[in-house]
């Protein structure tokens, strides 16, 4: 079994996935909280990071934290040389290059969202934009009352998908007298209750609307996709890989 570590274990993403992992096992986790163990799981503070990997005879590495918290397991998996899946949003481009650094020594996956259907989707956007080109363009997101990145990682690479087949800039929300440019994207975020995810781009134009979207039903959707990409990643040269290539394989 591969023998996975969880930064951000204390979290709610970090329970999911140790409660995901029928195929892998997790041997420790990753936290800044004064908790000794999750689910028999053993809690280190993230500083120790890579004399933990060494000791738990880790794998790969499964996070789901905060960006500075995600940024010092990274420089420990590079240290110990172990692999590393990234799940936390939110990075400043220092952030990311810091990571792109870090690939350079391991593989490193990083992904905003690990479902399949959200692939998918990607991809039926690209389609729709590059097809109805002269279709307003409006992007909605909804996710828990506790996520604090907004728009989510998941909206951001939509709106790259879109960026890619068209040239729009994006209006987060709208107040007063704003009148709508024919060049822009609506991009909204709403924080409520204990939402998943919800995922939503409409195009409307020529007396018609297309409306793409998704929803996820539970945070297990994400926990497994991300303990399927740990496996895939196990034994991959060092690099910079996408949660795409795992769904295609």
């Not at 952030?95 to 399949?116: C, V």
């Not at 939509?158 to 007298?177: K, M, S, T």
């Amino acid at each position: 079994m591969t023998r996975v570590a969880v930064n951000g274990v204390t979290g709610q993403m970090g329970g999911a996935v140790i409660e995901a992992a029928t195929d892998s096992e997790v041997v420790v986790g990753f936290a800044t909280s004064e908790t000794d163990a999750v689910d028999g799981v053993p809690v280190v503070n993230p500083a120790d990071a890579a004399e933990a990997l060494r000791e738990y005879d880790v794998d790969v590495v499964v996070d789901f934290a905060v960006p500075e918290g995600a940024l010092t397991v990274a420089e420990a998996c590079v240290e110990a040389g172990v692999p590393m899946v990234v799940g936390t949003t939110g990075f400043d481009e220092g952030g990311l290059a810091s990571l792109r650094d870090a690939s350079e020594a391991i593989p490193l996956l990083k992904a905003t969202n690990f479902s399949q259907g959200i692939q998918v989707l990607q991809r039926l956007v690209s389609e729709a934009v590059g097809t109805l080109d002269e279709y307003d363009l409006e992007l909605m997101e909804t996710h828990h009352n506790r996520k604090v990145d907004a728009p989510s990682g998941t909206a951001n690479s939509i709106l790259e998908v879109i960026q890619a087949e068209r040239d729009v800039e994006p209006v987060y929300g709208r107040e007063g007298h704003a009148p709508r440019d024919d060049d822009e994207i609506g991009v909204f975020a709403r924080r409520a209750g204990d939402i998943r995810g919800e995922h939503e781009l409409v195009l409307a134009g020529n007396d018609e609307v297309l409306s793409l979207s998704h929803r996820a039903e539970d945070r297990g959707v994400f926990a497994a996709g991300a303990l399927d990409a740990a496996t895939w990643l196990v034994g991959r040269d060092a690099g910079w890989y996408e949660f795409s290539e795992v769904v295609d394989a």
